[in-house]
């Protein structure tokens, strides 16, 4: 943020000295050219006045002084001298501005607001000097005038320069605030948050969506952990607790030792169970959830399908499944999807089994079908649909519908469905009615064919 | 029977409207490739800068949904073997004479007659080809093939549900 400022700072000192650069040169060619201007004027009366002094009114050149137009305070002058430096005889010239009066050639010279114009004419062996001085009235009004417009430009110019940098700063910062305080909003315990991003390509835009994703591999990894806490603990539990009733109820009073190792037979039996269950849940952590980003590979989205159907019915065998093959594509290329399996399967078996659990008739109507550079999977339900004021909720955990009461669930699945097909750089979409029913519509672009 | 066919199937521009496609080529039994067109009646009014401005080919633009086109492409994908082409095509005009030449002109050797589907068109400029098609006289189209295609009564949830779960369709287990 310095280095922002610094350079902010810069670029206005930059635009500040340019901008009075310019008024100086403006002022300074503009002076300039009045005073050539003028002396130049002066120059021709001074000329017509000694021309009307040494050849007397019958000039030839058939116009004189009088015909010019009078200049402000003009007054001409004869100083008669010794052809060194001193005055013989003057007529209206203040005697103090002697020493500027050039003695053998032409001068211009200015006292105050008078400027001067004299020249040297020898006339029958005398010396004289003509001059003509006069006030330069667009030097004195005009100029001020310009000087002053001048000043009042450069420090509204200034002014502009430093709020129109402010303001650009301002904009500049404010989209980089505003995703520094959304991100901010963003704990471990509403990870379903994203950071909004608009609809152009711009860098900041980029920025958040890289944001999203990587929120979108926390969340999932976030929810695959509490979802497997909750299961594991479950699963954990119920073997344990067989386990403690049964030596309770050894203990309870004196048994024999036939009585004792038939309660040890169900102990082990209960621990190797829980055995079981624990290196089978380590299994999964170790094939769903470990460095899922990493193990991409070319999968067929239908076996998927297919495998996802035949884990939902061995949980629950009163579910039904319809699927509808018949717009698979011919050439089977068109389903290879890059992916890891396990947690494809993971996602469409939640789905499939939350289209069963949530209709009366427990079927779940799934479709297949390939476009050009993509999959499309549809799960249809004839259920109980979502509230439409409900539907933006969906996809954050934990969150149930109203119209969900008797059913049991924990609100996780949907979400990491959602997770899942979005690492794998998918779509998930659900359109609902209201006691009609339920499609959700997953889409996944296919390995793209070189 | 050789060669390629080119089939004008009339459509709405709604995934809905693809089954016609889609019963056409279930019916096809012995795999004769086809060339398939999918045509919409479309006035494209009389203003000139609109005339001038846009093409065909922005108005078709402009009238194919994202679904559609994603409908279209699954029965390209589905039919590889059969369908050579698939693409849509605008009738601009319910003029006899136009219709007849653009059947020539386009070579179109069949046209499939959904005759009991309820076309829902969605903009004001569409039009029902079906009357047209049949008020020029079926003995001046090529080859008709007529199809009993019912449009979906029920409200689909999702637009995609109509080219799935239709009638008849293949249970793979259950």
New interface residues.
Partial sequence: MRNYNNTLYALIAILVIYTVAFVGFIMYSITNFAFADFYKRLDLRRNLAAEHMFNGKGSHTGWSLTYVEELNNQREFVIEFDGKSSIIHTTGFDTSLWNQVQKTGESNFKVGNTFYSTKYYPYKGKHYIVGVSAENYFYTHHLNYLRNLLLIALVLGVLFVIVVSLLVKRSFIKPINELIDEVKKIGSENLYLRLSEEKDKGVLNKLANTFNRMLNRIETSFETQKNFISNASHELNTPLTSIIGIADLALSKERSVEEYKQAMLKIVDAAEKLEKKTSALLLLARTGYENNNLNFKPVRIDQIV?DAEMTVKAINERF????????????SM?LKVNGSAPLLQLAISNIVSNACKYSANHTA?V?L????NGV?I?I?DEGIGIPEQELAYIYDPYFRASNTANFSGYGIGLPLARNIIKMHEGDLSV???LG????V?IELPTIKRL | MSGIQRVLVPTDFTVDSLRIALEYLENNVDNQRVELVLVCGYDLGDSITGLLGFTKDDHLARLQGEDFVKGCEMIKSRFKQTVVEMYADLLISKNARYVRNYLKGNRITQVVLPETYGFRFFNRHSFDILNVLKAVGLEALPEVVSLPVVGNETDNIDTMDSIFFRKGWKVSYE
Avoid: Q, V
């Fill in positions: 297919m039904h499944i319809k699927t509808d093959f018949s717009m698979l594509p011919d050439d068109k109507y479709a079908g390939a476009f050009e499309l549809l249809k359109s609902s009615t009609k029913g339920t499609t519509r």
